[in-house]
């Protein structure tokens, strides 16, 4: 039977090492960059505040924008509630459906966030893949890629998204657009914006394969693509992690902007994009929380990741420390 010292001391190493991680963390860099700029607390702060809405939104919402049976249209265009006309029931007011604005806005975070994160993914992980591949083989594949990148690039993403997007839903039944339009709209943001990871990353792989670690893979008989994904990729990865970040406010900025053109999300199931789309037609005739709340809220989000990604830029440079 083992003696009763070494079950509890047993537990305790997880806890040790939890410990230095986390004194390791608080003395590093990094972290002491981020705890000494207010904007960036302030950024990080409304990001995760946005998120947790979004996350959460089943539970905290007032209602579920989506269930149409719920909805009533003798509530449509009820003014915020501090407003002459306002109803207490909701705090931001309804839209053209008698959907509350704010339950609106909550789910549509969730759906622009899910939306731009995915796309920010695939895009992740087609430019990585061509990057590596057009810095380590060189040669016609470096320069097929290459030319296709830059031509990709003479063109605004918001084009190369909206052609990707309109050529798609033409492909698709109609009878399966509406539930296919997430995963369209994901892949064509995603098409739209791998060229900035694949020249990245080709840069730093055509530093790296000329290393002594990848002659030596290469001395000793590794495949090329091991050689790619275990020795050059992990150390490719760095400027990575930044150009996603930032990569993620354009994404759901195009998303949004696509939804606004009527290209994206559909009517029943609306992002910000949609909720601004929605309440532009009511603009002028003074029903003006349509349209701004989404706005502040879009506009929020967006500004706060920016931030997040111009001071992981910073704080990941070295030559900035």
Known sequence: MPRPDTETAAPAAPARHTTNFLHRL????????FRHSPVT???????????????????????NPFDMASLDLLDAHTPPSWEADGNPKYLLGTDDQGRDLLSAILYGSRISLMVGFFSVLFSMAV???????????????????????????????????????????????????????????????????????????????????????????RVIGIHPLMIMVRHILPNVMGPVLVIGTIHLAVAIITEATLSFLGVGIPPTQPSLGTLIRIGNDYLFSGEWWITIFPSIALASLVLAVNLLGDWMRDALNPKLR
Not at 44 to 60: C, D, M, Y
Not at 157 to 184: C, H, M, N, Y
């Open 127 to 217: 430019g990585v893949s061509l990057g590596v591949v057009s810095g380590y083989v060189g040669g016609f594949v470096d320069a097929l890629i290459m030319r296709i990148a830059e031509i990709q690039i003479s063109f605004p993403a918001i084009l190369i998204a909206l052609l990707i997007d309109g050529v798609l839903r033409t492909l698709i039944p109609e009878a399966k657009s509406e539930q296919l339009a997430d995963t369209v709209l994901i892949f064509s943001i995603g098409i739209s914006g791998w060229v900035q990871y694949a020249r990245t990353v080709r840069s730093s792989t055509l530093v790296e394969r000329g290393r002594e670690y990848v002659q030596a893979a």
């Open 26 to 33: 608080a003395d590093s860099d990094i972290f002491y960059s």
């Open 41 to 63: 607390v302030a950024a990080a702060i409304v990001t995760l505040l946005i998120i947790f809405g979004a996350v959460a939104a089943p539970w905290i919402a007032p209602q």
